[in-house]
């Protein structure tokens, strides 16, 4: 069975996985900082990603094998949204960069942003 490869293009909404990390400021908090400062405003930044635009299509955690700082992959959790600009995204990456009510983000985890389409095997736009 033959399968014609079609050009990618790039079509809008844009699609993008955040491949996410804690990192060693996460585990040197303590049990109360987690959950008094750096989770709510986690909560908050999420909340602030829908505000501009994103839209949750699919997520993955894979720390049910694993515990600690990731090796290789380096990432533990995946975050898969449509966005409406790259103008978006990088406002989406430049949130974990501000101290909000004390707390600022890059100290705890790490994210990184891949752009791409739908897979065209699996979705069809």
Request: glycine residues 6%.
């Amino acid at each position: 069975m033959a399968v014609d490869f079609v050009p990618p293009e790039v079509p809008k909404p844009y699609r993008a996985i955040l491949l996410g990390a804690a990192t060693n400021g996460w585990f040197e908090a303590s049990d109360e900082e987690r959950r008094e400062k750096v989770l709510p405003r986690f909560r908050q930044m999420i909340d602030e990603w829908k505000g501009m635009g994103a839209k949750v299509l699919a997520t993955l955690d894979d720390d049910l094998f694993m515990v600690g700082q990731p090796g290789a992959p380096d990432f533990t959790w995946y975050l898969i949204f449509e966005i409406p600009s790259l103008e978006a995204l990088a406002a989406m990456i430049q949130c974990l960069r501000k101290t909000v009510d004390g707390v600022r983000l890059d100290r705890y985890i790490r994210i990184e942003a891949r752009l791409g389409r739908p897979f065209f095997l699996l979705e069809s736009h």
